[in-house]
């Protein structure tokens, strides 16, 4: 690896890291298009996208609950919801075409974008 593949992964690492503390897991929007950038196929971007927010994700609780400000008995309410959409979204993701998976995760992208707006 070049110094510049790594200081470019650096980058998007760091990145990634500070829109999953901004944001709540939202390292994975980020990383989702700089991995498709870097040659990886659309459903391998999303899966290892995962693989790079998971550790972000546990620091950033990590850093929060440490703070105070993490509601433990409001995040309760939602995990077992949480879950049967994560095994859902999997199976979903298998089935779509590469295409339809990043149209409908421009489409996500945007509605939520223009909510937040808004």
């Known amino acids: 690896m070049s110094d510049f593949s790594r200081t470019k992964s650096a980058l998007t690492g ?7 503390g901004l944001f709540g897991s939202g390292g994975g929007m980020l ?3 700089m991995l498709e950038n870097e040659g990886l196929e659309t459903k391998k971007a999303h899966a290892t996208s995962l693989a790079l927010t998971l550790p972000l994700t546990i620091v950033s609780a990590f850093v929060y ?7 433990l008995s409001e995040a309760a309410k939602y995990i077992p919801g ?3 959409g994560v095994c859902l979204g999997s199976v979903l993701m ?11 995760f421009g489409a996500v992208m945007i509605y939520f974008g223009i909510r937040m707006i808004l």
């Open 65 to 71: 609950f440490q703070q105070g400000s993490i509601d």
């Open 82 to 84: 949480g879950i049967i």
């Open 14 to 20: 760091a990145a990634c890291g500070a829109a999953n």
């Open 94 to 104: 298998k089935k779509l075409s590469p295409q339809n998976l990043k149209r409908l």
């Open 31 to 33: 990383a989702v298009p």
